[in-house]
């Protein structure tokens, strides 16, 4: 039985991700693992007081996150794992799928002007997905 | 780069060119260190430290994200009626809290309210960072345009509310009517049942963590409220206020305090001491006086077209750049003309106008502040992605509405 790790924040594009991780775990009999990486690099440029535990808010935001792809995993029968990481998507996607042992990794196709990615960042990071760990890398 | 080391680089370029430049064209000879450090505002620097030391240990206790459940419970589902409460909730916590604290605590939460009860995020997180602007200007702690005029004007925390209140008010009135009229689709669209799990997540993010810290944190916070009151009647500067809470918080609580001092953002204290240097160097070397001249030549003997041009001038500014280093150099700008019009040598208009317009002015794209990038961010690692047309689709709007609403005043008032 293989392990299938889906990366995922929230929103309508995350939700068609989520649906063809859960699916592709269902027909393939393999366990499913929802990652959620908290970044807060988006404060690196601003000189305001921040005074807030920022990774406590962003884990508890990815938390919440996961526990709707949990629900929606359940609603289907499939019995999903939760991880939350902190620091960049890239290099947390690559090193939990190495730490989980990961057999497929499943990302969202960027969709319309409000996708966080474009889609040639997302080959590119499929491509290095695929050169730095084992497992198989599919765009959904 | 970021905003402190442009600032850092401006401060020594300006002594750079002093000194060395100096040496070889007298002419270069703008302002030497000495005088630089007396166009730094202590009152603001020590004013917003305080306030940051005092509010790290407020956030820790979860009181913010309590009051934004609360918030959900009181509105038992109904998504309008809770996007009323976030947006009031919002302006009021900005009104004590800096825009990008009170942002930090409300928004994670509020996305993940939207998703329970089945709204687009933006529905509830656009506002509240609209909101949060125009909450801002309420007290003169709120945000840093209304902390360096206030202070400069040497108004009290009590006698800036009373004069900011009437606008600011109204303001967030129109911010939440307006805010339930563009969002009024997607409000409409909420969801009928909540999932009962969704439900127990969200209340176990949103619990008090430090019951023993918030009872000591509300005691000095009202404590710091009278020291504000009573400073008005012993000339006690806002800064000496906020620092003695602060000091009365860290001897009370025993934090650790190296790691307290870590916790206190020394980036942003430098960015403005940078500023204020930077700002010293250009006035000194005849530029405000420049664009003072070349306001004065628009608004002629004017007080209310001075007044006019102020607010819009400063709002249309604040829209695109970060408000603080605006409103550093326009402080000395309001000054001269202040004195050059005589219907404004005993008023504080021109003063009014700079405030309303460059903290309401922040609203109108997400550059304009730096919680509007804040909650930008958060919405992003939530998986929504705000586009710069899309926020200003909301924040022209609402910046138009609410300097409109400063300006009558202003005009009514002076």
């Known amino acids: 039985m293989g392990r299938i790790l889906c990366a995922t924040r929230g929103g309508e594009d995350s939700k068609r991700t989520q649906q063809a991780a859960i699916a592709l775990a269902k027909e393939r009999g393999d366990e499913l693992v929802f990652l959620y990486v908290a970044d807060a690099s988006f404060l690196d440029n601003i000189a305001a ?5 920022v990774q406590l808010e962003l884990d508890q935001m990815g ?3 996961l526990a709707l792809a949990q629900e929606q995993a359940a609603e289907q029968g499939v019995a999903a794992q939760i991880t939350i990481r902190h620091g960049h998507l890239h290099a947390e996607v690559i090193a939990a799928a190495r730490e989980l042992g990961i057999s497929l990794v499943v ?3 960027p969709q319309g002007p409000t996708a966080i990615f474009d889609e040639t960042d997302q080959e590119g990071f499929a491509a290095e997905i695929e050169e730095r760990t084992s497992a198989e890398v599919r765009i959904v | 780069m970021h905003e402190t080391s442009a600032a850092l680089l401006g401060a020594v370029a300006v002594w750079l060119v002093h000194y060395i430049g100096g040496t070889f064209f007298p002419a270069l000879e703008i302002i030497d260190f000495d005088e630089a450090m007396a166009f730094v505002d202590w009152n603001v620097v020590f004013l917003i430290l305080g306030m940051m030391i005092f509010m790290a240990m407020f956030s820790e206790t979860g009181i913010f994200r309590r009051l934004a459940f609360r918030a959900f419970r009181l509105a038992r589902g109904n998504a309008w009626l809770l996007g009323l409460i976030l947006i009031l909730l919002t302006g009021v916590t900005s009104s004590f809290l800096n825009n990008v604290t009170a942002l930090l605590l409300l928004v994670p939460l509020s996305i993940q309210i939207a998703e329970t009860v089945g709204v687009h995020p933006f529905a509830y997180v656009i506002p509240e960072v609209l909101a949060a602007n125009v909450g801002g200007a309420s007290t003169i702690i709120g945000d840093p345009p209304s902390t360096i005029v206030g202070l400069h004007l040497g108004l009290g925390f009590f ?3 009373a004069e900011a209140a009437p606008v600011v008010i109204v303001s967030l009135l129109i911010v939440a009517g307006l805010a339930l009229w563009l969002y009024r689709r997607e409000l409409a669209g909420a969801k009928q049942r909540l999932s009962p799990a969704l439900v127990t997540q969200l209340e176990e993010g949103a619990r008090i963590t430090d019951v023993p810290l918030l009872r000591k944190a509300v005691v000095v916070g009202l404590i710091t409220m009278f020291l504000f009151f009573a400073g008005e009647l012993f000339q006690l500067p806002p800064s000496v206020g906020a620092m003695t809470g602060a000091t009365l918080l860290i001897v009370w609580v025993r934090p650790d305090m190296p790691r307290m001092m870590r916790e206190v ?8 001491i940078g500023i204020f240097v930077l700002v010293g160097g250009v006035e000194k070397a005849g530029v405000i006086d420049w664009l003072a001249q ?4 628009l608004a002629g003997d004017s007080l209310s077209k001075a007044t006019v041009l102020m607010v819009w001038l400063s709002g249309a500014v604040s829209g695109v750049v970060d408000n603080i280093p605006y409103t550093i150099a326009a402080l000395p ?3 001269l003309l202040s004195n050059s019009i005589p219907a404004a040598r005993d008023s504080h208009a021109l003063y009014w106008a700079l405030i309303f317009g460059a903290d309401f002015g922040g609203n109108l ?3 304009g502040g730096a919680g509007n990038i804040v909650a930008i961010g958060l919405l992003a690692q939530a998986g929504y992605r705000v586009t710069f047309g899309r926020f200003m689709r909301d924040g022209l709007v609402v910046t138009a509405a609410t300097l409109l609403v400063a300006t009558i005043w202003l005009l009514i008032r002076y």
């Not at chain 1, 007081?49 to 535990?53: L, M, Q």
């Not at chain 2, 953002?265 to 403005?272: E, N, R, S």
């Not at chain 2, 070349?294 to 030549?297: F, L, M, S, T, Y």
């Open chain 1, 49 to 53: 007081p921040v005074v807030v535990d």
């Open chain 1, 63 to 65: 938390r919440f996150q």
């Open chain 1, 107 to 109: 990302l969202g196709r």
């Open chain 2, 159 to 161: 006698e800036y509310a």
């Open chain 2, 265 to 272: 953002d020394w980036t942003t204290l430098f960015f403005f």
């Open chain 2, 294 to 297: 070349a306001i004065a030549d």
């Open chain 2, 333 to 335: 700008i309001a000054d």
């Open chain 2, 365 to 367: 794209t997400y550059l």
